[in-house]
């Protein structure tokens, strides 16, 4: 069963601004004290894992023991199906060190080029860390398409290219509050919350 959290400090384990900015705009109604590692000058630990949730665990692990504080991460990214699922938990470093996810989009665009299937999904898994070594894990994922071309300037990442299943406009075109409601890391969200917030 997972641990309760209940209330005080939290770190959030990331460096990614707007990773950063859904997570608090998320945790927003719970009244969470929320810090970041890039606050506490935690470094940014190598992602050596071969899982999301691998990830997702080794970095709130490093940031709770750094910190002595417990501490969510979120490990996400593109699998794209007609490229065995890549970007996946390299979608990051295919932006290269500027984070130019323009250039990531313009990749993943150019490899499927004359192909016919164009199914992805995003995936988020999150991992609650304990200065103790105690670990709770989430998974959420979101499915749809990868259209012909970039549209819209709002999420960040690979959301322009991204339309969910059911809709017409991509994660880059849609409204945040309504991403909030839909998406893979909204989806981790509530079974971190179920779990973790239980009265």
């Given at each position: 069963?997972?641990?309760?959290?209940d209330?005080?400090?939290?770190?959030?384990?990331?460096?990614?601004p707007?990773?950063?900015?859904?997570?608090?705009?998320?945790?927003?109604?719970?009244?969470?004290?929320?810090v970041?590692?890039?606050?506490?000058?935690l470094?940014?630990?190598?992602?050596?894992?071969?899982?999301?949730?691998?990830?997702?665990?080794l970095?709130?692990?490093?940031?709770a023991?750094?910190?002595?504080?417990p501490?969510?991460?979120?490990?996400?990214?593109?699998?794209?199906?007609?490229?065995?699922?890549?970007?996946?938990?390299?979608?990051?470093?295919?932006a290269?060190?500027?984070?130019?996810?323009?250039?990531?989009m313009?990749?993943?665009?150019?490899?499927?080029?004359?192909?016919?299937?164009?199914r992805?999904r995003?995936?988020?898994?999150?991992?609650?860390?304990?200065?103790?070594?105690?670990?709770?894990?989430?998974?959420?994922?979101?499915?749809?398409?990868?259209?012909?071309a970039?549209?819209?300037?709002?999420?960040?990442?690979?959301?322009?290219?991204?339309?969910?299943?059911?809709?017409?406009?991509?994660?880059?075109e849609?409204d945040?509050?309504?991403?909030?409601?839909?998406s893979?890391?909204?989806?981790?969200?509530?079974?971190?919350?179920?779990?973790?917030?239980?009265?």
């Open positions: 069963m997972a641990r309760r959290f209330g005080g400090k939290l770190v959030l384990a990331s460096h990614n707007g990773k950063l900015r859904e997570i608090v705009e998320l945790l927003a109604p719970y009244g969470i004290d929320v970041s590692a890039g606050a506490l000058g470094p940014e630990p190598e992602e050596t894992e071969t899982s999301f949730i691998g990830n997702a665990r970095k709130a692990v490093a940031a023991t750094a910190s002595g504080l501490a969510l991460a979120d490990d996400s990214g593109l699998e794209v199906m007609a490229l065995d699922r890549d970007p996946g938990i390299y979608s990051a470093r295919w290269g060190p500027a984070k130019d996810f323009a250039m990531a313009a990749r993943v665009l150019e490899l499927l080029k004359g192909g016919h299937d164009r992805a995003f995936v988020s898994a999150l991992a609650l860390a304990w200065p103790d070594g105690h670990c709770d894990e989430f998974e959420g994922d979101v499915w749809g398409d990868i259209v012909d970039p549209r819209g300037s709002r999420g960040f990442g690979y959301d322009p290219i991204f339309r969910p299943d059911g809709y017409d406009i991509t994660f880059g849609m945040p509050a309504h991403k909030h409601e839909i893979h890391r909204a989806v981790a969200f509530r079974q971190f919350v179920a779990a973790c917030f239980r009265n």
